[in-house]
């Protein structure tokens, strides 16, 4: 889990921020989380999509 309290400097050091959002952060690379790529089409095609374009500038394309 990430904090969004955690990117800003808070003004005293032992005061709280007045709301905060925690996240979960997903890795959506291609051959990471698997059960979430088969129940979501389009993430699944942008993973693949992203891994084409790395690979083809990793092999030197424009």
Not at 20 to 38: A, D, F, P, S, Y
């Amino acid at each position: 889990m990430l904090c969004l309290s955690e990117a800003f400097l808070l003004p005293e050091q032992d005061s709280l921020p007045a709301v905060e959002c925690r996240v979960r952060v997903l890795n959506i690379n291609q051959g990471h989380n698997r059960e979430l790529m088969e129940r979501c089409r389009r993430l699944w095609e942008y993973a693949e999509f992203i891994g084409c374009i790395r690979n083809n500038l990793k092999n030197g394309l424009p």
